[in-house]
């Protein structure tokens, strides 16, 4: 096999745990971009992207935070607008500090790499990326072990918790105990919505919120719900549905789904 030579040795700073990609330049542009515009349309039009992939991206950094990295005022001089938290301007500062020591370890090893096959033998790493809308880091507040499954209750904020079905296996290899830390995953698909916030279903899991976005397609409408604590969980609907729940903006909303359609993660 002929020796295909590096021109330049290049890196790109990814903070990650076992399973979950979690911050990436692309989330800490995008940041920046909110602290500087303080308005998140013009964050978007400013790093090239959508205002929905925006949200989108701002919605999966505050589940997986502990505590929100960008929150929304309203009203005002101003008229409202998006700010960065304590926490996400620290975000913003620690990234940068990692990425000037990680372009100066680049720069030392670069040098010492002269081929493909150097750098397969030098970097041994990889991660799990999923395509579920959402995604929750919280904690384990209560086992309860079956004769074939366990019930895992998990708390994602203050005030707001999910239930888990999963096998004993599942739950063994997890290694899952109270105060563990875990990652949930629900897909959007597998998500309802009802307008009326009082309704009871045979759904273990009831997140209750307000609609703060709706982008609608043409056959199927994005419905974000606000759960509050900088919390938030999507849901993928057909028009027709959205219609007939006469659901706008600003609505009080509750999103249930099954506690199997839960899928749990956990450093192991």
């Known amino acids: 096999m002929p020796n295909r030579n590096l021109s330049k040795l290049h890196g790109t700073l990814l903070l990650l745990n076992e399973e979950q990609q979690s911050f990436a330049?692309?989330?800490?542009?995008l940041?920046?971009?909110?602290?500087?515009?303080?308005?998140?349309?013009?964050?978007?039009?400013?790093?090239?992207?959508?205002?929905?992939?925006?949200?989108?991206r701002i919605d999966a950094m505050n589940n997986m935070s502990g505590q929100p990295l960008v929150v929304r005022s309203v009203g005002g001089a101003q008229g409202?607008?998006?700010?960065?938290?304590?926490l996400g301007k620290q975000t913003v500062a620690g990234f940068i500090a990692v990425q000037a020591e990680l372009d100066a370890f680049i720069q030392r090893i670069g040098a010492q790499l002269h081929s493909i096959e150097d750098l397969a033998n030098f970097v041994r790493s990889g991660f799990v990326k999923t395509s579920a809308r959402n995604?929750?880091?919280?904690?384990?507040?209560?086992?309860?072990?079956?004769?074939?499954?366990?019930?895992?209750?998990?708390?994602?904020?203050?005030?707001?918790?999910?239930?888990?079905?999963?096998?004993?296996?599942?739950?063994?290899?997890?290694?899952?105990e109270q105060g563990a830390e875990v990652i949930a995953l629900v897909k959007a698909s597998w998500v309802l919505l009802s307008p009326d916030t009082d309704i009871v279903t045979s759904a273990r899991n009831k997140l209750t919120g307000t609609v703060s976005r709706i982008a609608q397609g043409a056959v199927n409408s994005d419905v974000t719900l606000d759960l509050g604590g900088g919390k938030s969980v999507s849901a993928v609907i057909t028009n027709t549905s959205l219609n007939e729940l006469g659901?706008?903006?600003?609505?009080?909303?509750?999103?249930?789904?099954?506690?199997?359609?839960?899928?749990l993660m956990a450093d192991i």
Do not use: M
Not at 44 to 56: L, V
Not at 80 to 86: E, F, P
């Open 25 to 29: 330049d692309a989330q800490i542009l």
């Open 31 to 56: 940041l920046q971009a909110i602290h500087e515009c303080g308005s998140i349309s013009k964050a978007a039009k400013q790093i090239g992207i959508s205002y929905k992939t925006a949200w989108d």
């Open 80 to 86: 409202g607008g998006t700010a960065l938290t304590s």
């Open 135 to 176: 995604q929750f880091r919280g904690e384990v507040s209560k086992i309860t072990f079956g004769a074939v499954n366990s019930e895992v209750d998990i708390r994602i904020s203050e005030t707001q918790s999910l239930v888990a079905i999963i096998t004993n296996d599942s739950a063994s290899q997890l290694g899952l």
């Open 247 to 263: 659901l706008r903006q600003d609505d009080p909303a509750c999103a249930f789904f099954k506690a199997s359609s839960v899928i």
